[in-house]
Structures are given as C-alpha cells and as structure tokens.
C-alpha cells in the first residue's frame, strides 16, 4: 500500500514563477492536511481539506497561496509569484474516516526560490 | 492558547548517553492528543508515538520511553543508550481537541547531535 507521495522532491523557481506542489494521499483517504516548515521557524499548519472541499485555511497566506483537492487526482498547492521568503519545506498529511493523519506523512517538497 | 513548547533547542551527548528532551504544551480542551516526530537529515517526518489526553501512563519502546504527566502539561521524551543513527530534529506536537480537524500544532524542535 503506498503512502503519501509528494512531488517534486525538490522545485527551483525563480521570483515570480508560480509553484505547483502535488500530494498524492493514500488509498481510501479523503482528507489531507498542508504544512510548511520554514528555516529557524518549525512546522506549521497551513490548510486542511476534504474532497472538494476547504475545510479550514486559517494558516494559509493571505495572498498567492491556494490550494485544492479535487474529486479525482492529488491535492494541489499552489503558490504564485513566488518570493525568497517562499523557500521552505511543504509537507502533507492524509487521513481517512478515522482521522489519524499524524503516521501518514509524505516526503515533503523542498521548495527554492532563486 | 494552543501552544508547544521545547525549551531546548540543541542538545549534544556522546554516544551511549542517556538523553530528554522536553515538551510542554498548553491547551484548554479536556481531550487532546500529543506526539513526537523525528526529522532525520534526510528530511522526512517520522511519527514516533500519540498519546491521548487519557491515557497518563507511561510508554516503553526500545531505548525510547515517554513521560506523560498532565499535572505539569508536560510530554517528555527519553532516549536511553543513545547511537549516532538517533541525531535528528525530534519534533512535539499536539492535536489540541477530539473534533475531526486533526491539525496539528507544533514546537519548534530540539536538534540532537549524538558523537561518537
């Protein structure tokens, strides 16, 4: 059964390019979780959501971020214009109907901004 | 507030020692969850243990043990015998309520170097 699965691994964009960061959940779950992990700033929540559905976005960025996780096919975050300040790890977390989404992490995504 | 807190931000030992790292949290919900994560360089998240609200007794896995003590709002975490492979970011975080919105807070990490 495979786990999350995030990608790209890694994404370079320059200032101003638009970053698409995908997750993938495993089989069966509905509900995926995003967060960034900034240097010297530690993880944190960004948005969680269902199917088709935002469920809470109260640690999304106001500007340029957004995020989705259509009916069929991966979550998609989002970023556009990107600035230096973007550069981060992204990482999701996938959950079914029992909502234990803490074991299921997917590698993260590495973004830089040059 | 909901809020994690790792007061030590680097800790260095030297193989074979015994090391805690120290997690305090805060939240008002009777029902919550805490956690702890490894970081390994390679950059992954790897979940370790949940422990819930409830359940004050203390775990035992290995060389790792856990010390829930809800008197103190503390979940500390305790690596015995320790060997270069445990040099990590090791991360606390806590679900603070039993609704289905499983976000997770988190501290700020405790950077363990283990030498040789």
């Known amino acids: 059964n495979a786990g999350v699965m995030q990608n790209p691994r890694h994404l370079v964009r320059r200032r101003g390019q638009e970053a698409r960061l995908r997750c993938s959940p495993m089989k069966g779950h509905s509900h995926v979780y995003w967060y960034r992990q900034l240097p010297e700033e530690g993880l944190k929540f960004m948005v969680y959501l269902q199917k088709e559905n935002i469920i809470d976005e109260s640690g999304m960025p106001k500007e340029r971020f957004s995020a989705e996780f259509p009916k069929e096919g991966p979550s998609i975050l989002r970023i556009q214009q990107v600035v230096r300040g973007d550069s981060a790890a992204y990482f999701c977390?996938?959950?079914?109907?029992?909502?234990?989404?803490?074991?299921?992490f997917g590698q993260g995504t590495r973004l830089t901004v040059v | 507030a909901q809020k994690v807190t790792q007061a030590q931000t680097e800790i260095s030992v030297v193989e074979k020692e015994d090391v805690t790292l120290d997690c305090v949290y805060e939240?008002?919900?009777?029902?919550?969850?805490l956690f702890w994560y490894k970081q390994p360089p390679s950059g992954e998240l790897v979940f370790l243990i949940r422990?819930?609200?409830?359940d004050e007794q203390n775990e035992i896995s290995g060389r790792y043990s856990w010390n829930f003590q809800k008197s103190t709002s503390s979940f500390n975490f305790t690596i015995t015998a320790s060997q270069v492979v445990d040099s990590a970011v090791y991360f606390c975080a806590l679900i603070p309520n039993a609704g289905n919105n499983r976000k997770l807070i988190w501290g700020l990490g405790t950077s363990l170097a283990v030498n040789p």
């Open positions: 939240t008002r919900d009777t029902t919550y969850y």
């Open positions: 977390a996938s959950s079914g109907t029992d909502f234990s989404t803490e074991a299921f």
């Open positions: 422990r819930n609200s409830f």
